[in-house]
């Protein structure tokens, strides 16, 4: 708040500024002792301030304010803090995209955990057809043999 008092000193004028707290402004102007405690008090607030001298000012603008801090203006504080809160936005969109991300990659192990299964099906299924052409095979080649022996007992006997 020692921004606030060096204005007014600077200036020389009174100690009263217009408060807005997260956008809605007071009814009155308070004085710096006043906005610090608001700022202690709500420190989770947007809280921004204009000197009264400027409230008619086609160019006034209002200085956010926090508690232990000095207001931001257009100077190098006000820079680096939207600078680090376009920084912040930037993260939590990044984080968001991110988490959209994640999500669908979760989705798509679920499925891949029901083509696993499904995999596992398909393989129980090939082994039983590979064991089942193979007794087929078997069964065929033992009715051959058997098919073939008969031939042979038919020529033996002269009935083919």
């Known amino acids: 708040m020692q921004l606030l008092l060096d204005f007014i000193q ?5 100690d009263e500024w217009w408060l807005a707290i997260d956008g809605k402004i007071m009814d009155n102007p308070v ?4 906005v610090k405690r608001i700022c202690e008090e709500l420190p989770r607030s947007r809280i921004h301030v204009m ?3 400027h409230e008619d000012s086609e160019d006034a603008s209002w ?3 926090q508690a232990k801090s000095a207001p931001r203006e257009g100077g190098f504080e006000a820079r680096a803090l939207a600078e680090a809160n376009g ?4 993260l939590e969109a990044k984080v968001e995209l991110l988490q959209h991300t994640l999500d669908a990659m979760i989705d798509m192990l679920r499925e891949l ?3 696993e299964d499904l995999r596992k099906l398909l393989d129980e299924r090939s082994d039983f057809i590979h064991q089942s052409e ?3 095979i078997a069964q065929t080649m033992a009715f051959e043999e058997r098919n073939a022996e008969l031939e042979q007992k038919r020529e033996d006997m002269g009935l083919a």
């Open 10 to 14: 600077e200036h020389q004028t009174v």
């Open 31 to 34: 004085p710096s002792h006043e």
């Open 51 to 53: 000197h009264v001298m």
């Open 63 to 65: 200085m956010e304010v």
């Open 87 to 90: 920084r912040i936005d930037n």
């Open 113 to 115: 955990d029901s083509f």
């Open 134 to 136: 193979e007794a087929l």
